[in-house]
């Protein structure tokens, strides 16, 4: 039993490219500022688009020549490695150059949500300094873990997930 690196490799292109088109399709229709409140709800349905092409190029694998669990899982993670190579250079330049003032329209939702809160003008004011200075502060250790989360976390687990529905294939396996 041998896993085809290139078909792999290729799940894994189209899912950092499908994470691009939707961080544009995102900014393009406002919904990374102006409609946040709106566009958070698409932030979190975009797990289908990993869960989606993990679970197809597992699938692939599977039907080609039969796939163990631990080949299920390297499989996983090279979808999901290909796709942060693509995907990582993208959200730089997207928060750099595309699109740099994209953290004020999250400052100004946050701000909506406590005073309607009821909080004081003085603890709001606190906590946007904090929001502000955090992605300064934590920048190094973001990219740490937003790369274990999107190569190995999310992959295995969805590795595991497709356990359910993907069964062995036997008959081409040796």
């Known amino acids: 039993m041998s896993i085809n690196l290139v078909k792999s490799m290729k799940y894994g292109v189209l899912m950092g490219l499908g994470f691009c088109f939707y961080t544009i399709m995102m900014w393009l229709t406002k919904l990374d500022s102006a409609y946040l409140s709106i566009g958070q709800y698409f932030d979190m349905a975009i797990i289908i688009l990993p869960l989606a092409i993990i679970s197809l190029g597992i699938y692939q694998q599977n039907k080609l020549n039969g796939i163990t ?6 499989v996983a993670i090279l979808i999901g490695a290909v796709s942060f190579v693509i995907y990582n250079p993208f959200l730089y330049l997207y928060h750099h ?6 953290f004020n ?68 396996a040796n």
């Open 69 to 74: 669990l631990l080949q299920r899982v390297f």
């Open 97 to 102: 150059v595309i699109n740099p003032d994209w």
């Open 105 to 172: 329209a999250v400052l100004a939702l946050k701000e909506i949500e406590l005073t309607k809160g009821g909080l004081a003008q003085d603890l709001i004011a606190a906590q946007l300094e904090v929001m502000r200075n955090s992605p300064v502060a934590q920048a190094k250790m973001f990219q740490l873990s937003s790369m274990i989360a999107s190569v190995l976390v999310i992959p295995i687990l969805i590795s595991f997930i497709t356990l359910l529905f993907i069964k062995k294939n036997n008959n081409q």
